[in-house]
T-cell receptor, first 116, second 112 residues
Framework: AQTVTQSQPEMSVQEAETVTLSCTYDTSESDYYLFWYKQPPSRQMILVIRQEAYKQQNATENRFSVNFQKAAKSFSLKISDSQLGDAAMYFC?????????????FGSGTKLNVKP | SAVISQKPSRDICQRGTSLTIQCQVDSQVTMMFWYRQQPGQSLTLIATANQGSEATYESGFVIDKFPISRPNLTFSTLTVSNMSPEDSSIYLC?????????FGQGTRLTVV
């Protein structure tokens, strides 16, 4: 079974500053997807960013970027210019590449607090 | 992207009763998933619901306790049967679209 590990249960960042959330995973596959999802208090899970393992270039989405280290099986999320609305639970997730195997594996989550 | 409407958003139920949670997707999807999430915790997959076949349950979850229906490619229900306080949790439905997962708003269930 695949495992996804988030070692930081909770983190805090000052508004406008940068924070990095860590994620490691275990897999024997060479092709897969990685995701970061955000879950605010409203409970609605929202995709923040995704990365295909075959792509060497790190994904970016506005203030969100990842540091994908395939050999180290590491997938960290960097949030720049943090905003109050970034406060949420963040889940790292893994999915197989195979189209007939769509199960997602989620980490335990990191609660991000943003201080004004 | 897909939009998933899930209802009810919350409910308080008596032990021994059953609750059915509904999820409606605004587009056709092959697979839907049902998760359970304790507040502040990660998501635990209950089962995968495929249209036209029986749901596939994860270890620790059984059909008699969590029957699932998937009558078409846009709709699914999860029933929590014979509820006990231990079933109090958040239940989420999810679907895959364009390679990523989309989620309903969740149902917060409290069993008293």
């Amino acid at each position: 079974a695949q495992t996804v590990t988030q070692s930081q249960p909770e983190m805090s960042v000052q508004e406008a500053e940068t924070v990095t959330l860590s994620c490691t995973y275990d897999t024997s596959e060479s092709d897969y997807y990685l995701f970061w999802y955000k879950q605010p208090p409203s409970r609605q899970m929202i995709l923040v960013i995704r990365q295909e393992a075959y792509k060497q270039q790190n994904a970016t989405e506005n203030r969100f970027s990842v540091n994908f280290q395939k050999a180290a099986k590491s997938f960290s999320l960097k949030i720049s210019d943090s905003q109050l609305g970034d406060a949420a639970m963040y889940f790292c997730a893994y999915r197989y590449w195979r189209t007939n195997f769509n199960k997602f594996y989620f980490g335990s989550g990191t609660k991000l607090n943003v201080k004004p | 992207s897909a939009v998933i409407s899930q209802k009810p958003s919350r409910d308080i139920c008596q032990r021994g009763t059953s609750l059915t949670i509904q999820c409606q997707v605004d587009s056709q999807v092959t697979m839907m998933f049902w998760y359970r999430q304790q507040p502040g915790q990660s998501l635990t997959l209950i089962a995968t619901a495929n249209q036209g076949s029986e749901a596939t349950y994860e270890s620790g979850f059984v059909i008699d306790k969590f029957p699932i229906s998937r009558p078409n490619l846009t709709f699914s229900t999860l029933t929590v049967s014979n509820m006990s306080p231990e079933d109090s949790s958040i239940y989420l439905c999810s679907a895959i679209g364009q390679g990523e997962a989309f989620f309903g708003q969740g149902t917060r269930l409290t069993v008293v």
